[in-house]
């Protein structure tokens, strides 16, 4: 019986209905599954995200979210041989499958570590404050809170387990939950996926679920608390961002659109060069990994005039080596394309492309391959060569920079100065990605300044970075994802950048101590609290947000400058030389600013044993009005903001990072310097 793949919806799965649509493998053309493509009710699917997942998301801190993802990335970890199993009939290699299933679980583990990067709390204060008043009662703060919606992912086939992992690993960090809607030819990947996330149990009840088949309806049903993402061609991505309900409700919408990329070989670049080198082996890597479905491939092969010819006999000795069959057999560098209507298209681009610019290697109806044995077909198969054209004129003829073959196809293109690289390479009218093979600083800065407006991102490659280089193919979660024009104008991933797509921003007013109480993090001039024990003697639990010690007061000396400068080695003139101070903004020998740092710790710090481990740092500081001798300093140390950490194992100390404002002033009450220091601070309960 053929397997039928199912929905997760409303915490359960379950068939579709309606037209069936079969899914085939890759390479054999043999019936994998078939998917129900109709049938669900999307505005109670949708409603079942917002009422059971979004709260229960919500009410977790960045923290928790973030321990979730890494015990989700565990245990997909541990499953990802079944994976790679199913995914060789999508016609990926096992190096096609690792970037897509390795891949993605990578994206689980890096949004997990983002965790650190926010408090552990359901919500984080953004920026600086903002003061509003000369007497300081009235400020504001930027805040950030979760949007009350679901994440609707509608993702292409060419990526079924990274477009996913990529995607909710970020909108689950932030505290929403999601739809995942992915392309059918490879949803059989998707839900095997899926079933093991649900499986394991980790993520809360209307966290995450799946929409197999086409979809249609499921945008009548967003409202401005969702947010929807498209991966995909830039044809259809137009049309879903100007579906009526998306501008009615003005629903946040990001798009993240295939685009015609390029790689630039710079001037300096000459054969013999390891830039020229790296050029090749970029555009040939490109050109196979995942059979060149990839958003991010390279497309457009711009070279300078001279060095044409040498990069066309390079390339084409590159993929000769590149054998083509079933991704499983012995010796096969390429696989399939995800099907035979993925290749019928294809084949029918390269045509249109080769009207005007003609193949000088590759043929587009004959390719060898191996894998028979496994049942691999040339007809029933998708496979196809590599195809490079040649663009001779790319000024002229605009197809190359307008047309897009989805897959190992790549368009060589010569240019004479670099002016003339910007302009081709922006021709593409917004690209994901491009690439600048150049060992030159001044080409590097020249290309990148003009051709930074016209793409997500820039990679420069030369051999002093190779062996380490992701390449240009490789999105990672720390940046962003995404380019202007044709590229979709959205952005994933990007750290704190791609959770903020899943948050709303709200500019908070009101005084100083409202602000505290409500953000939990201490704002200059809110109350403070004062208590007889020195706050460092209080476990991590035991201090409150605003506690604040005041220290005695102490009069700077000469002395205190001329010692301070003879431990520290620091002989500034401005500190040791009274007579070279004409013409500087000091009127006498001045202390130096770490001298009043090191001054205010030594007055602040408890010496008694106690609940703080250890110094853990220091965020900032400024130095805002010169100290003489016969200064008098005071300090107040204030409990600014309180992160837990987690246990690294049972054996492991509990406890958590305070940071404190420390904040020294002078006899006229006038603030002399400002610091914020760190310290790790032991919890009274160690379970």
């Not at 229960?56 to 993802?69: D, I, N, Q, S």
């Not at 809360?204 to 061609?233: E, K, N």
């Amino acid at each position: 019986m053929t397997p039928i793949i199912e929905n997760y919806a409303l915490g359960h799965w379950m068939p579709g209905s309606g037209t069936q649509q079969e899914l085939l493998d890759a390479s054999t053309g043999d019936l994998i599954a078939v998917a129900n493509t109709e049938g669900l009710d999307f505005a109670a699917i949708l409603d079942y995200g917002r009422r059971v997942g979004n709260p229960a998301l919500r009410k977790m801190t960045f923290h928790e979210r973030g321990r979730m993802l890494k015990a989700l990335a565990f245990h997909l970890q541990e499953k990802k041989e079944q994976f790679y199993e199913l995914s060789y009939r999508s016609g990926a290699t096992r190096a096609d499958s690792w970037i897509d299933i390795e891949g993605g679980i990578g994206n689980l583990f890096a949004n997990a570590s983002l965790r650190r990067k926010f408090p552990d709390k359901p919500f984080y204060v953004e920026g600086e404050p903002v003061g509003l008043s000369k007497g300081g009662t009235f400020m504001a703060q930027h805040l950030m809170v979760p949007r009350e919606g679901v994440a609707v992912h509608i993702n292409a086939y060419n990526f079924p387990i990274w477009g996913m992992l990529e995607k909710i690993a970020v909108n689950l960090l932030a505290g929403m939950p999601a739809v995942v809607k992915p392309a059918t030819p490879t949803a059989y990947l998707t839900e095997a996926v899926v079933r093991e996330i649900i499986a394991s149990g980790i993520l809360p009840a209307g966290a995450l679920q799946l929409v197999i088949g086409s979809g249609h309806g499921i945008l009548d049903h967003v409202t401005y608390q969702d947010v929807v993402t498209f991966t995909g061609s830039a044809t259809t991505g137009r049309k879903l961002r100007a579906h009526p309900r998306i501008n009615e409700e003005a629903v946040p919408f990001t798009m993240e659109a295939d685009s015609l990329n390029a790689a630039v070989l710079g001037l300096d670049a000459k054969p013999g060069t390891p830039e020229f080198d790296l050029f090749i082996k970029e555009v040939r890597k490109e050109m196979t990994a995942k059979c060149g479905q990839k958003c991010t491939a390279i497309r457009r092969a711009i070279v300078p005039a001279e060095f044409l010819e040498d990069v066309q006999i390079a390339l084409g000795k590159a993929l000769a080596q590149t054998t083509v069959g079933h991704p499983q057999a012995e010796g096969v560098r390429m696989g399939a394309l995800a099907g035979r209507a993925q290749a019928e298209q294809l084949r029918e681009r390269v045509r249109q492309l080769a009207k005007t610019t003609p193949i000088v290697y590759g043929d587009l109806d004959n390719v060898e391959i191996l894998g028979q044995d496994r049942g691999a077909h040339s007809t029933k198969g998708a496979f196809i060569s590599p195809i490079v054209l040649l663009n001779n004129d790319p000024f002229r003829h605009l197809d190359s920079h307008e047309v897009e073959a989805f897959g190992p196809v790549v368009t060589l293109m010569p240019y004479r100065d670099t002016d003339e690289a910007v302009a081709i390479a922006n021709l593409g009218k917004g690209s994901l990605v491009c690439s600048l093979a150049t060992n030159d600083p001044r080409t590097a800065q020249d290309f990148v300044l003009g051709a930074a407006t016209h793409h997500g991102r820039i990679l420069v490659l030369n051999g002093e970075m190779a062996k380490e280089s992701t390449g240009h193919g490789s999105p990672l979660p720390q940046l962003i994802h995404g380019g202007p024009g044709r590229a979709g104008g959205g952005q994933e991933m990007g750290g704190i950048r791609g959770v903020e797509h899943f948050m709303q921003r709200v500019a908070l007013q009101g005084s100083p101590s409202m602000i505290t109480a409500i953000t939990q993090v201490y704002q200059t001039g809110a109350k403070q609290l004062e208590y007889d024990k020195h706050p460092f003697q209080h476990y991590f639990e035991e201090l409150e947000i605003g506690q604040t010690y005041t220290t005695h007061k102490h009069t700077v000396t000469e002395a205190d400058i001329s010692n301070f400068a003879n431990v520290s080695g620091d002989n500034f003139y401005a500190h040791v030389d009274a007579t070279s101070l004409d013409g500087t903004l000091f009127t006498g020998r001045v202390a130096h600013g770490y001298y009043i740092l090191s001054k205010a710790a030594g007055m602040f710090v408890d010496p008694r044993k106690g609940p703080v481990l250890l110094n853990y740092g220091l965020d900032e500081c400024r130095f805002t009005k010169p100290v003489y001798p016969g200064t008098t300093i005071g300090v107040q140390l204030t409990v600014k903001e309180k992160v837990g950490q987690e246990k690294r194992d049972e054996t492991d100390i509990a406890k958590g990072i305070v940071r404190w404002l420390v904040t020294v002033t002078d006899e006229t009450s006038e603030t002399v310097a400002v610091a914020t220091i760190m310290t790790m601070v032991k919890k009274k309960s160690q379970e």
